[in-house]
């Protein structure tokens, strides 16, 4: 497989076609060669260097225009805290700011050295603000400004080192003001900061709207998010530094990477424009009528930008030409699959459902531009085992692709994303069948024993407002039925009747912008001594007992809630996976706020992980089927066509499920006679009355249900069909009997065991019981 996949790149950096790339040696072992870049410009013609071009003006009005960007911004105000202004005692000071330290002075300001010269190597003191560490000594402090002129444009640039551990205790915010804190704008705070260790955060707020005014900036340290009174913070600590106000200055050219955000400013002066028009031409979007856009572009190049204004005398128009040059880069393949979730047996695959259509998705960065899918199995590699070459039987060149998967068991998925500067690829394998255990564990992982410490056990009882627990479960490729379900805890013991009888409660939720949403079902529940006795007899295995069928057909979460706080004589927890940088699925309801697991408890991307939940899905599949010469069902068409003169048709439907109940049809002239069968594979049975004359055509829709998903089926009525068996001759109109075992297979002995097998004769499909 890995030749395959490394003969496919490389026919693919040659710009080979899908066509050529069939054509593949097993025996290449090089790295594919990196594609040459190719040129793109917004215009055609050779690279230009940047330029302006003014196409008219109208009674002083200029058009000009710039963008947000380090190299245009002009310093109006600056803060380092540098100085080395001293007091009478040698000490150094803090001027130009007002400060007050709390009750009891108990907020210490000073100037430090920290590490800000990683970011300024010039830098040589921050402000540093650190609190007590008595909750008694808590409070609330500041440090105002004096006044400073905010330009048009005007942005506040800040950076301040935090640990986000240090929220639950103190927050530090940064607050705006224009009328000496009368009012008040908090333009930052610290605890909007939620992953990560120690770091130097950078700030940046707008100040458009204080253009003209003077404003103070004022450095808050306020109560922790733990603290319900509003009393203040205490033991917690920040630095503070290169706090500046900047306005926007001319530049003749920027440079960005694809994909980068820019913030375009209108400059125009002379008079107040009254409405703006601009063009990006390559860009997205291309056009804007606001006066400040922002755009992006995706490929490399050099780019033009126009900007027309107008005010109530006329208009004036600028070109900047060659204004943004794009750098491009090789994409990041990425495959949005089916389904998520993997089979619980090694090598943990994802699973998704045979035979019904299921869509894998392009889920690549960096903006590609062709992209390339090949899904073939083992056994498709087999049947050319002998061969120098190996052919995919389809190569599809689409972004996204609909595929059915025919064959139980393995199948290889591979994906190309390509543009002008490279190509990326995913080389990943999914698990083809109807049913099974699932988990969210990825192939690697082991069951983790939980991390514990004063406060928590994770994920389980703690003393930190945790007080729920998620797990994400992704939607299916088909709709599944949830046949059983399985968490796996590793504590659960109590001491108090309190805390035993506390009852645990095992919930599926709905999925809101990928956290958990709303309550779907209750599905169980149990005490902490009911678990107490899973943990003594089943290896902490917890068997869900469900009320009834789930159906499953979209994203969901199971929700573990009821744990009671962590004390001295009580511990509860869930197995998980060990923490990993990818491929979070573990949610906690922390003070009343869903959040992953992810850089929570270790620096992101650190800290994601599992839980283990098993569930057994079964999945729903419902087509239209066709059995090929040697007994094997695929999909068919769903339109079945029949000749005008009345008559009658069996259509095979595949229903793993089975069929629950035939819904009928929307049209009087074609019905469904007879009742759904027992087996994997049925035959409807339709009969439909003649085509009325000077009717060309008709369409009927016959619906059929297993009680999980409708499958629609369409009979076309046409005049240019023909019964096929009206053409045959006579002495061949007796049809050849041929038999099926109830999975489909052909059966080729003359005698037949005894049990129940399909029985077809031409166009009828039929059960026989021998005995």
Same mark, same amino acid.
């Given at each position: 497989?890995?030749?395959l996949?490394?003969?496919l *790149?490389?026919?693919?950096?040659?710009?080979?076609?899908?066509?050529?790339?069939?054509k593949?040696?097993?025996?290449a072992k090089?790295?594919?060669t990196?594609p040459t870049?190719?040129?793109?410009?917004?215009?055609?013609g050779?690279?230009?260097?940047? @330029?302006?071009i003014?196409?008219?003006a109208a009674n @002083?009005?200029?058009?000009?225009?710039?963008?947000?960007?380090?190299?245009a911004? %002009?310093?109006?105000?600056?803060?380092?805290?540098?100085?080395?202004?001293?007091?009478?005692? @040698?000490?150094?000071?803090i001027?130009?700011?007002?400060?007050?330290?709390?009750?009891?002075?108990?907020?210490?300001?000073?100037?430090?050295?920290?590490?800000?010269?990683?970011?300024?190597?010039?830098?040589?003191?921050?402000?540093?603000i650190?609190?007590?560490?008595?909750?008694?000594?808590?409070?609330?402090?500041?440090?105002?400004?004096?006044?400073?002129?905010v330009?048009?444009?005007?942005? !506040?640039?800040?950076?301040?080192? $935090?640990?986000?551990?240090?929220?639950?205790?103190v927050? !530090?915010?940064?607050?705006?003001?224009?009328?000496?804190?009368?009012?008040?704008? &908090?333009v930052?705070?610290?605890k909007?900061v939620?992953?990560?260790?120690?770091?130097?955060?950078?700030?940046t707020?707008?100040?458009?709207?204080?253009?003209?005014?003077?404003?103070?900036?004022?450095i808050?340290?306020?109560p922790?998010t733990?603290?319900?009174?509003?009393?203040g913070?205490?033991?917690g600590?920040?630095?503070?530094?290169g706090l500046?106000i900047?306005?926007?200055?001319?530049?003749?050219?920027? #440079?960005?990477?694809?994909g980068?955000?820019?913030?375009?400013?209108?400059?125009?002066t002379?008079?107040?424009?009254?409405?703006?028009? /601009?063009?990006?031409p390559?860009?997205t979007p291309?056009t804007?009528?606001?006066?400040?856009p922002?755009?992006?572009?995706?490929q490399?190049? *050099?780019?033009d930008?126009?900007?027309k204004a107008?005010d109530a005398?006329?208009?004036? &128009?600028?070109?900047k030409?060659?204004?943004?040059?794009?750098?491009?880069?090789?994409?990041?393949?990425? %495959?949005q699959?089916?389904?998520?979730?993997?089979?619980?047996?090694?090598?943990r $695959?994802?699973? %998704?459902?045979?035979?019904?259509?299921?869509?894998?998705?392009?889920?690549?960065?960096g903006?590609?531009?062709s992209?390339?899918?090949?899904l073939?199995?083992?056994?498709?590699?087999?049947?050319?085992? +002998?061969s120098?070459?190996?052919?995919?039987?389809?190569?599809y060149?689409? #972004?996204?692709?609909?595929?059915?998967h025919?064959k139980l068991?393995k199948?290889?998925?591979m994906?190309?994303?390509?543009?002008?500067?490279?190509?990326d690829?995913?080389?990943?394998?999914v698990?083809?069948?109807?049913?099974?255990?699932?988990?969210?564990?990825?192939?690697?992982?082991?069951?983790q024993?939980n991390?514990?410490?004063g406060d928590?056990?994770?994920?389980?009882?703690?003393k930190?407002?945790?007080?729920?627990?998620?797990?994400?479960?992704?939607?299916?490729?088909?709709?599944?039925?949830?046949e059983?379900?399985?968490?796996?805890?590793? #504590?659960a013991?109590?001491?108090?009747?309190?805390?035993?009888?506390?009852p645990v409660?095992?919930?599926?939720y709905?999925?809101?912008?990928?956290?958990?949403?709303?309550?779907?079902?209750?599905?169980d529940? /149990?005490? !902490?001594?009911?678990?107490?006795?899973?943990?003594?007899?089943?290896?902490?295995?917890?068997?869900i007992?469900?009320?009834?069928?789930?159906?499953?057909?979209?994203?969901?979460?199971?929700?573990?809630? +009821?744990i009671? &706080?962590?004390?001295?004589? $009580?511990?509860?927890?869930?197995a $998980?996976?060990?923490?990993?940088?990818?491929?979070?699925?573990?949610f906690?309801l922390?003070?009343?706020?869903?959040?992953?697991?992810?850089?929570?408890?270790?620096?992101?991307?650190?800290?994601q992980?599992?839980?283990?939940?098993?569930?057994?899905?079964?999945h729903s599949?419902?087509?239209p089927?066709?059995?090929?010469?040697?007994?094997g069902?695929?999909?068919?068409?769903?339109?079945t066509?029949?000749?005008?003169?009345?008559?009658?048709?069996?259509?095979?439907?595949?229903?793993?499920?089975?069929?629950?109940?035939?819904?009928?049809?929307?049209?009087?002239?074609?019905?469904?006679?007879?009742k759904? +069968?027992?087996?994997?594979?049925d035959?409807?049975?339709?009969?439909?009355?003649e085509?009325?004359a000077?009717?060309q055509?008709?369409?009927?829709?016959?619906?059929v249900?297993?009680?999980?998903?409708?499958?629609?089926l369409?009979?076309?009525?046409?005049?240019?069909?023909?019964?096929?068996?009206?053409?045959?001759?006579?002495?061949? #109109?007796?049809?050849?009997v041929e038999?099926f075992d109830?999975?489909?297979r052909?059966?080729?002995?003359?005698?037949?065991?005894?049990?129940?097998y399909?029985?077809?004769?031409g166009?009828t %499909?039929?059960?026989?019981?021998?005995?």
């Open positions: 497989m890995k030749i996949l490394l003969s *790149l490389t026919f693919f950096a040659l710009n080979a076609t899908a066509r050529d790339i069939v593949v040696q097993r025996v090089s790295k594919p990196k870049a190719m040129s793109y410009q917004a215009t055609k050779s690279l230009r260097l940047p @330029g302006t003014r196409r008219a @002083g009005l200029t058009a000009n225009f710039s963008v947000q960007t380090e190299s911004y %002009v310093t109006v105000w600056n803060e380092n805290f540098d100085s080395d202004d001293k007091d009478a005692k @040698g000490n150094l000071i001027t130009g700011w007002t400060i007050d330290k709390g009750e009891g002075d108990a907020i210490t300001f000073k100037k430090k050295q920290d590490t800000f010269n990683t970011i300024d190597e010039n830098d040589v003191y921050s402000l540093f650190e609190g007590p560490y008595q909750a008694f000594k808590r409070t609330k402090a500041s440090a105002t400004s004096t006044a400073i002129s330009p048009a444009n005007g942005q !506040l640039h800040a950076y301040i080192k $935090m640990n986000p551990t240090w929220n639950s205790y927050t !530090l915010a940064l607050q705006i003001s224009a009328d000496d804190f009368t009012t008040t704008e &908090e930052w705070n610290s909007t939620t992953e990560g260790k120690a770091q130097w955060v950078p700030i707020a707008d100040l458009s709207a204080y253009a003209g005014k003077q404003i103070k900036i004022r808050y340290w306020g922790g733990n603290d319900t009174f509003n009393t913070g205490y033991m600590d920040f630095c503070v530094d500046s900047t306005g926007v200055g001319n530049v003749d050219q920027i #440079k960005v990477k694809a980068d955000p820019i913030q375009f400013v209108d400059l125009t002379g008079k107040q424009p009254t409405r703006w028009q /601009w063009q990006f390559g860009g291309e804007s009528n606001e006066q400040n922002v755009v992006y572009y995706e490399s190049g *050099l780019y930008v126009v900007l107008f005398e006329g208009s004036d &128009e600028v070109v030409t060659a204004f943004v040059e794009v750098e491009g880069e090789a994409p990041v393949a990425g %495959v699959f089916p389904a998520d979730f993997r089979t619980l047996a090694q090598p $695959m994802r699973m %998704v459902a045979p035979l019904a259509p299921v869509n894998y998705g392009d889920d690549s960065t903006f590609p531009t992209f390339s899918w090949a073939y199995t083992p056994y498709d590699l087999a049947k050319q085992s +002998g120098f070459l190996f052919q995919p039987d389809t190569i060149t689409t #972004k996204d692709v609909t595929y059915c025919n068991d199948t290889y998925v994906h190309i994303a390509q543009n002008a500067e490279g190509y690829f995913v080389d990943d394998s698990q083809v069948q109807f049913a099974g255990f699932v988990s969210n564990f990825q192939p690697k992982d082991g069951y024993t991390f514990v410490d928590l056990t994770l994920p389980g009882a703690n930190m407002g945790i007080t729920a627990w998620a797990e994400r479960i992704s939607k299916p490729s088909v709709p599944v039925v949830l059983a379900m399985y968490v796996n805890f590793t #504590k013991s109590a001491a108090a009747l309190t805390d035993q009888i506390s409660s095992f919930t599926l709905t999925s809101e912008n990928g956290l958990p949403g709303q309550p779907i079902e209750l599905l529940s /149990w005490n !902490l001594s009911e678990l107490n006795y899973a943990m003594n007899t089943n290896n902490g295995v917890v068997t007992e469900l009320g009834r069928r789930v159906v499953i057909d979209k994203e969901v979460f199971l929700v573990i809630d +009821g009671p &706080e962590k004390n001295d004589s $009580m511990e509860c927890a869930i $998980m996976a060990p923490m990993r940088n990818y491929g979070n699925t573990a906690m922390n003070k009343g706020q869903w959040r992953p697991f992810t850089g929570y408890f270790q620096p992101a991307p650190g800290g992980t599992s839980l283990a939940v098993i569930p057994y899905f079964s599949v419902l087509i089927a066709k059995v090929d010469e040697k007994g069902i695929t999909m068919a068409n769903d339109t066509l029949v000749p005008a003169t009345a008559g009658k048709r069996n259509i095979l439907v595949f229903a793993n499920q089975g069929i629950y109940k035939y819904l009928g049809s929307d049209a009087d002239w074609c019905r469904v006679t007879g759904p +069968g027992e087996y994997t594979v035959s409807v049975s339709v009969e439909f009355d085509l009325p000077g009717v055509w008709r369409e009927a829709v016959i619906s249900t297993d009680s999980i998903q409708t499958l629609n369409v009979v076309r009525q046409d005049r240019s069909v023909v019964d096929a068996i009206q053409l045959l001759p006579v002495e061949t #109109k007796s049809a050849t038999r109830m999975q489909g052909r059966i080729e002995n003359a005698r037949q065991a005894r049990g129940i399909l029985e077809r004769r166009n %499909v039929r059960k026989v019981m021998k005995r």
